[in-house]
């Protein structure tokens, strides 16, 4: 008996499937839109001038301010080295950093842009032209975005249908592009080692798929290349080990064995670039540093710094794990720094950490339940994972507790669960199309709004710190920064009306630093400068004398100190004319800062008041020595001679002053 056929049934097309306009199968036209919309968010960026990390890295780096010439020092030389200038300096943070590439194109910049002629004796920062580093991490993070349109497009194309593949790649790179949490990557020139290491990441994923569908293995190399330059922008493109496996499980039928052959290339790059990477900063990555500003877990105990418990530390990662997605939801209010203690030290009893723990918790079990699935939701979930593990100081100590450039790469992963779920929306008819649109539309709006207002508070530095120090009021970094700006910008001619009132202003945000971090030496170290342009002069050598207690080698504030030792002699020798305190003053000044002629002078002037002329007489000679040219040094040599009955000195002083300023004797009786 012959089987009966089965009745095929044709699948009503769903209006998901069948109303979509012919706008959003157009790949060419989202790419051109999606350039553009990023470079609309960030070219006012071009206005800005040089802030925060740009002055280690560019403008106040020898390697990068030499041109061309300084690149084999960029390659040779940990990344700070050619702003800190001596050896041991550069590794403040464990294990030192090692981020030649975006240095490499600084350089080249400043060869070609720099103003050459007319500036010799400007700052650099004058010389550079911010303007077209901007613009160029405008370009790049522009490009970024097309990418990562690219590589999703033909992820989801392998194993999805191409409607599904263009919706998903489309709103996430159109989220990717205006979301607010990218500016301090983008606005700050210095943020293009992030851009760089993403580029370079998706660029060597792009390749290896692209290995995969034809076969070719020129793609491989161009993989491994690329995959190189990223490394060499940043460490944390290694995370991209983990991204590429991922990827090639999730979107193809490659077999295990298959896929790690495909990482062959990356394998590759990474012992290259760590041999390199070692060879320069060493093996270890050392211990975490015992101060605050390079290592957030530490607590002070017994009027010492001690690590944080386990307990303790454990806490407050979590916490600014969960900060991380809280400010990928809703990126308000948003802030360069997140140091001591903005945020604080957490424990296993708070709310937060719980919801955050509860929350990687759940997004843990999704990703595993997933994973046999190839559901896309659990492969934005692990990549987000995966990029995140670097910087969440899990792995090791990144010497501060989070930052928005931090989560620059995972933001992706975020980006493309906001494409996957809007895609099933439509496809299972949640939601009519143009509702979606419409939604969209408004999210784009207010974030590339929030995207466009947020470049500007990196104006400069003073922009900077005086905007966030509202959002971070809790970090002695911050804290430490803006008072230190203020007191920088209490001393510009233009400011001069204002000056006392910005010096107080930045005392309060000083005494807030060491209040938080008592052992802070660049925040004392500013305090005592602030009251020594207030000539509080007590109050300054005090705050001097506290930085040198945290660091007795700390020349600054040693010189510092000596300044503020003279002032005060001359103080109160000149205007209450208490010699034995302007002595005592003087004589420290002297001990500090035995080669300073004004200091000398000074104290040859209190010398020779209280009847000690011979000592008067030595230290105006060493007066002349310092600066043999000086007539006023002369005449008063000639003064403390005439003053102990040696009147043949005496002339011979007079006389030599008279020949260098004739007119000396006159100008010294006015």
């Given at each position: 008996?012959?089987?009966a ?48 990390d ?49 240095l ?23 010389r ?30 392998i ?179 997140y ?92 939601l ?69 009132n ?37 109050t300054a ?42 002595l ?10 035995p ?22 007489i ?8 310092l ?14 001679y ?29």
């Amino acid at each position: 008996m012959a089987k009966a056929k089965k009745k095929t049934v044709k699948a009503k097309p769903t209006q998901a499937a069948t109303s979509y306009p012919s706008w959003l199968t157009d790949t060419r036209l989202h790419k051109i839109v999606l350039f553009f919309l990023s470079f609309f968010c960030y070219i006012n960026t071009t206005s800005l001038d040089y802030a925060l990390d740009d002055a280690i890295v560019i403008h106040d780096n020898m390697f990068t301010t030499d041109g061309v010439s300084g690149i084999n020092g960029i390659l040779t030389k940990d990344t700070f080295f050619g702003f800190f200038k001596e050896e041991g300096k550069a590794q403040l943070v464990a294990g030192g950093r090692y981020r030649p590439l975006s240095l490499v194109t600084f350089a080249l910049e400043w060869e070609l842009f720099s103003k050459k002629t007319g500036a010799e004796n400007q700052p650099a920062s004058q010389r550079g032209r911010p303007w077209i580093s901007h613009l160029i991490n405008t370009i790049l993070f522009g490009g970024t975005v097309v990418l990562l349109y690219s590589v999703l497009l033909l992820l989801f194309n392998i194993q999805f249908s191409p409607t599904k593949a263009v919706i998903v790649a489309l709103v996430t790179s159109v989220l990717f592009a205006v979301h607010p949490i990218h500016t301090e990557v983008v606005a700050n020139i210095k943020g293009r080692d992030e851009i760089l290491a993403l580029m370079g990441s998706l660029a060597a994923l792009y390749f290896t798929v692209r290995a995969k569908i034809a076969d070719k293995w020129l793609f491989h190399l161009l993989a491994g290349i690329a995959f190189f330059l990223a490394l060499m922008s940043k460490e944390n493109a290694i995370t991209f080990l983990a991204v590429v496996p991922l990827s090639l499980y999730f979107f193809t039928s490659t077999k295990i064995p298959k896929i790690i052959s495909a990482l062959g290339p990356y394998v590759v790059a990474s012992a290259l670039f760590l041999t390199i990477r070692f060879s320069i900063l060493g093996v270890s990555i050392g211990e975490p540093p015992m101060e605050l500003m390079n290592n957030p877990f530490l607590k002070i105990e017994n009027n010492q710094w001690v690590p944080f418990s386990p307990a303790e530390r454990s806490a407050t990662i979590t916490y600014t794990l969960g900060k991380y997605i809280q400010l990928l939801v809703f990126p308000h209010p948003l802030s360069h720094d997140y140091y001591p203690r903005q945020v604080d030290i957490m424990d296993w009893g708070d709310w937060q950490v719980l919801l955050s723990l509860l929350l990687y918790l759940g997004m843990i079990g999704y990703a595993l339940w997933g994973l046999r699935k190839r559901d896309p939701v659990s492969y934005a979930i692990l990549i987000f994972l995966a990029t995140i593990s670097i910087a969440s100081n899990i792995v090791f100590p990144i010497g501060t507790n989070m930052s928005e450039r931090l989560i620059f790469m995972p933001s992706l992963a975020f980006c493309l669960l906001v494409g996957v779920i809007s895609h099933r929306l439509l496809a299972r008819e949640r939601l009519p199309l143009k509702t979606l649109v419409a939604i969209l539309g408004i999210m784009v709006v207010l974030l590339s709004l929030k995207t466009i207002t947020r470049n500007y508070a990196w104006k400069n530095n003073y922009k900077l710190f005086t905007t966030d120090i509202e959002v971070a009021p809790n970090s002695a970094k911050l804290r430490n920064a803006t008072g230190g700006e203020l007191v920088a910008q209490s001393q510009k001619p233009e400011n001069q009306a204002r000056k006392d009132n910005m010096l107080r202003e930045a005392l309060g945000h000083l005494e807030e630093a060491v209040r938080i971090h008592p052992t802070y030496k660049n925040a004392w170290l500013l305090k005592g400068n602030a009251h020594l342009y207030l000539k509080q002069y007590e109050t300054a050598i005090s705050a001097y004398q506290q930085s040198l207690n945290v660091d007795p080698n700390y020349t600054e504030a040693s010189n510092n100190l000596g300044i503020a030792y003279t002032e005060a002699g001359q103080y109160y020798g000149e205007q209450v004319q208490d010699l034995p305190k302007a002595l005592t003053y003087l004589q420290e000044a002297f001990r500090l800062r035995p080669n300073d002629f004004n200091t000398i002078r000074l104290l040859g002037v209190a010398s020779g008041m209280t009847g000690n002329s011979a000592e008067a007489i030595r230290l105006f000679t060493k007066c002349t020595v310092l600066q043999p040219n000086n007539a006023s040094a002369w005449f008063d040599l000639g003064v403390a001679y005439l003053n102990a009955q040696d009147e043949v000195n005496a002339n011979e002083a007079f006389t030599k002053a008279k020949s260098i300023d004739p007119d000396i004797e006159s100008k010294r009786r006015r």
